[in-house]
């Protein structure tokens, strides 16, 4: 069993900075992708940012591009998060999703079903 914990989650004003972290534990893990997705209230889970293990390659929702930053730790197999000028539209539970299965592409590595693995969420919340 695959254990994705994060981190780093908290309470920040707009234009505010946060940085989330994933770390796994538990059996061995060998990612083909690692990513983060959110869920704001009454909406479905969205992705936000992936990377694909093999070539480091990083990926991103419009909504976040050009604020949210993904990054590895390829030793460890954790990822970040670093969020930049965050909005009250990024109040969201963030979740640290992990693949081991498939390969991904560009298309699939934004879709949910890839993911084996996730975590347990971490509250942002951005104030107005």
């Known amino acids: 069993q695959v254990i994705l914990a994060e981190s780093g989650g908290g309470f920040v004003q707009t234009g505010g900075s946060l940085r989330l972290s994933c770390i796994p534990s538990g059996t061995t893990f060998s990612p083909t992708a690692m990513g983060w997705f959110r869920q704001a209230p009454g909406k479905e889970r969205e992705f936000v940012a992936a990377?694909?293990?093999?070539?480091?390659?990083?990926f991103y929702s419009r909504a976040v591009s050009g604020r949210f930053t993904v990054s590895r730790d390829r030793a460890a197999n954790k990822i970040f998060l670093q969020m930049n000028s965050l909005n009250p539209e990024d109040t969201a539970v963030y979740y640290c999703a992990g693949a081991s299965r498939v390969r991904p592409i560009a298309s699939t590595i934004r879709t949910h079903q890839i993911y084996d693995y996730w975590g347990q969420g971490t509250q942002v919340t951005v104030s107005s």
């Open positions: 990377i694909r293990w093999a070539d480091n390659n990083a």
